[in-house]
């Protein structure tokens, strides 16, 4: 028996927990991890880079990923001198629960 893939019931409007396998993958990856700890402050995806040696089309596809699952958030920054936008990455969680029991495993942002 599984636990149910997500609870519409999260204070902050999200889904809540995360779907297990989704969850788990992004955070298996190396890649996945490192871009969630140089996400720890705002950053571009350039600056995310730079941070976690991690390759530019990888930290934008793990991004891209990662804000889909609720654990990066992504605003826009304009530059107000020459209108050019970016966006910027911070990390939307400071932590994750894993629960294993008997009706599944789930894992809860906090």
Same mark, same amino acid.
């Given at each position: ?22 969850? =788990? ?7 996945? *991890? !490192?871009?969630?700890?140089? #996400?720890?402050?705002?950053?571009? $995806?350039? %600056? ?22 609720? =654990? ?7 530059? *107000? !001198?020459?209108?050019?936008? #970016?966006?910027?990455?911070?990390? $939307?969680? %400071? ?16």
């Amino acid at each position: 028996m599984s636990a149910p893939e997500s609870d519409p019931s999260r204070e902050d409007g999200r889904e809540g927990p995360l779907p297990r396998s989704e969850a =788990l993958t992004l955070l298996a990856s190396d890649s996945g *991890a !490192e871009l969630l700890q140089a #996400a720890g402050r705002p950053g571009t $995806a350039c %600056e995310l880079r730079d941070r976690s040696g991690i390759p530019l089309s990888t930290v934008y596809r793990e991004a891209h990923k990662l804000v889909e699952a609720g =654990l990066l958030e992504e605003r826009v920054r304009v530059d *107000a !001198e020459n209108g050019r936008h #970016a966006s910027v990455y911070e990390r $939307a969680v %400071e932590s994750l629960t894993v629960s294993i029991t008997d009706e599944g495993v789930e894992v809860r942002p906090e």
